[in-house]
């Protein structure tokens, strides 16, 4: 009996699957005084955008920010660096400067930098070294560097296998950046700054379309997108492909190299985020960037989905799915949080990973009355708004696949909320409020 406790416990502190060692990551939130250094690829899209707006709300927390009591309020030194297509570099700088004229007019917090996900790491890197550099005149022991690798091409292109490959390599490429400055650092003789790396990864790096979970009832963090393939004719079962492939990618390079470095500095420490199918509303727009743009906001298949939703261009689907602030604020409090010092040194390698999302299904006639509701409120407060309540249809088809509507289909719940500090919105919340936005953006 004493065995099997001893047993039953190893598998709930360090899990292994295909060499990969996850465990629990431990608490509580940093909320010192050390300078950081956060770095988002990917980041003008709908998570992106988002991961940057909760960093700056962490930084400048106003009255209303319903986190406000959770969030450092010293970060006035703090930097983060967008990074994003050359060809979005003017119109980032001025979203994020009128974001930054409403907050604080004399900071300089955001930097956009150029990212090419295809470039081998060499936009990337040089984002780091400029990171690294901002704070040359700090103790960097006092200093964390956290990497968002956010950035990955999602949708139909025309070589869906090449596009999987190259997110794939775009996750490996992350992991060398980092590995390639701790590197650099140690050669130079400097003191390291605590390092860390955050993936978005994803559902579809648990579990493919129909997968039977591994304890035969509902998916875990301990699950595995075992079946996804490359396949030139499926875009879908490409993209779910690479995610896994990136993640498990990404975390076995992390691993070989911190199994090189036990009892000594330069560890890097590395979570996996795996959220669900992304909905919500994208961050405020600063008026002064509504004046002079005529750019609405980052695009998104999630928008657009929502968007044909309620315009009864498409039946209403039912999706297991999160809160993109829900998103953003895990993707915050993993870069951010403390890791026990007995973890980070004479250790294994340290990978940590979550499944981010409510754990059931919420029924498409629910939703759908969640969209109904925020087309009722719009209308009460304009009046000119051209929706028809009756045009919206839901699928009453699909029944949830492997694990029906309204069962539970993942475990997430109790370790965001005990270890990230994330409570998830209710899926009726997020569709109103999404819908809302929407609805506001085409009337006004």
Known sequence: MATLFILFLSLCLNISLHGLSIQPLPTPLAKGKGKSISIVTGANGYVGRQLVYSLLSRQFPTANDEHSDSIQKDGADDIIICLVRPNHISSEKSYWNAHMNKLYSNNKNIKVMPYDMLDGGVTLYNALQWGHQYHHSTNLSSISLCLYHVASTFGPTSDPIQTAEQNVKSAQDAVRSLTKLIHSIQCNGKTLPKVRMVLTSSMAAVRATNQTPLNGKYYTHKDWNTLSKLDCENWGSCYQWS?????????EMVMEWNND?????????????????????????????????????????SVELVKQWLYGKSEVQSRLCVDVRDVALAHVNAGTMNLSPELTKGTKPHCYRYILSREERLSSALVAEALKNAIRKVKTAAQTIDVDLSKIKCDVKFDGGAIKIGEREVEAKERLEGDLGVVCRSVEETMEDMANAILLDDVF
């Open 261 to 301: 470095r036990i009892d000594q500095d330069g560890v890097l420490e590395f979570v996996a985020l795996c959220p669900s199918f992304v909905f919500g509303p994208p961050p405020p727009m600063p008026p002064t960037y509504l004046e002079n743009s005529n750019k609405s906001g980052s695009t998104s298949y």
């Open 243 to 251: 995610k896994a492939e990136s993640e498990r990618n990404a975390m």
